[in-house]
């Protein structure tokens, strides 16, 4: 899930105004995806000539310089070059501005007025709302080998006792302990479901998040493991934990992460995966987009040469040797790809260089190198302790009968032979009852988390820690 970015600009331009009063403090909320993010343009006039800055009080982000400033014919312009933005709505008689916010090509509806504006609350009926029914701790943990702390929060479900407990690992980008995305907190609902059910849980911000330390952006897979491991140690420590009864639970990426560290660590007794992997990186990838253009209504054709275009992108990666040759040998395909193609889409008003640029600078981060590359079959085929691995039929991010085939023929390879594999009808990669499984659907729907899938996590846990 992406969020939106909103860089810090140096240089601040105005442009002459005439007409109505624009000044002042102009509120708007920017809606994208489900995600609901605040703004503000501070319009201010000195000897007829306007100017602007912005702020982003959710991120934090006050005074960002404008570029450009107009106000003409009542209708109000600003630009933030550097960060591709532009916001262009008519004043109307209501003191309202109705208009459109653009950034990297993308075009959003947001009005603005003086008056503060409320976000609209998202009807969530599966969130948690205090009083809890048990005992909820916020804490930190130390990854010493990362030299970093991780905060989170521990719920038992008496504040005196010994309990199994399981820890919550995230799916792909930062997340805070509630895998908090597009107005959903799974990792909220699972953990409430489960503290009440006899369950202790430990989720916590992943690196560089919320209230952890340490930098998100240079982390791979393998690194996320090791602040998994860091929470192992911890709960080690805590008299109110069964360290005989410790499992892990991982989604999407989460799914892939849990058994790298099962594989090696015998403190773990038992792990869930959630719409875990069970092929590399680079045909879940190839897979994914095929099945999301495919649902999207993306001709054959296009999916076709989207997917030569890719096989070809993961391939250089996949034969890479040094990130310096990685860099050269992907910007010359994604050039010779242009030309091949002059009608490749890209964000309006972008420059052949800076697509390219942007391109490449996706594939070499280090997680996405490590995702590609990654197969996770031979660590499930280490893995020993019990495992139930779960996906929604309608997944179109990670497939269900692929990866649960792939799962369980590792494991059988490991000779285990606690394996549970299900695939829930009518789920969606957030576990969600859905209609088509698209990405789009996410934010729309009310339910966070299925009870079905509660259930079945829950019943097989306790199953094992009798």
Known sequence: MKKIILILLTILST????????????NGVLKVQGTQLGLVFNVTKTDNVVSSTMDSPDQGAKGIPTTTTSFENSILKITIANAKIEYEGTLGKD???VGTFKQGGQSFPMNLSKEITEKEKLVRPQEPIKPYSYYSEDITF??????ISLAGTLTLPKKDGVF???????????????????????????????????????????????????????????????????????????????????????????????????STSKDVAFIVLLAGTGIQGDQLLLLQQKLIGKESGASDKDLHNNELTNRKAFDIVNKSKSLEQLNIDLTNYIKQTLIDNPDTEKPEEMSDDDFIKLKVKQIVNPWMQFFIKYNPTPTLEKVKCPVLALNGEKDLQVPAKINLEAIEEAL?????????????????????ECETGLPSEYAIIEQTFSPIALAEISNWILKQIK
């Open 412 to 432: 059988e390879k490991a000779g285990n032979k606690n394996v549970t594999t299900k695939e829930l009808s009518n789920l969606n990669h957030l576990f969600q």
């Open 142 to 147: 130390e990854n010493k080998k990362a030299g």
């Open 15 to 26: 442009l002459s105004m005439y007409g109505q009063d624009i000044t002042g403090q102009w």
């Open 95 to 97: 003191n309202i501005i």
């Open 164 to 262: 199994p407990v399981v820890i919550l690992i995230s799916g792909s980008g930062p997340q805070n302990r509630n895998e908090e995305l597009l107005g959903h907190k799974p990792f909220f609902v699972i953990s409430d479901y489960l503290t009440k059910n006899g369950i202790a849980v430990l989720r916590y911000d992943d690196r560089g998040t919320a209230e952890s330390t340490g930098d998100f952006s240079t982390a791979t897979s393998a690194d996320f493991a090791t602040d998994v491991e860091s929470a192992i140690a911890y709960l080690i420590t805590r008299k109110e934990i069964n360290k005989k009864k410790i499992g892990l639970i991982g989604h999407s990426e989460g799914g892939i992460i849990a058994p790298m560290v099962a």
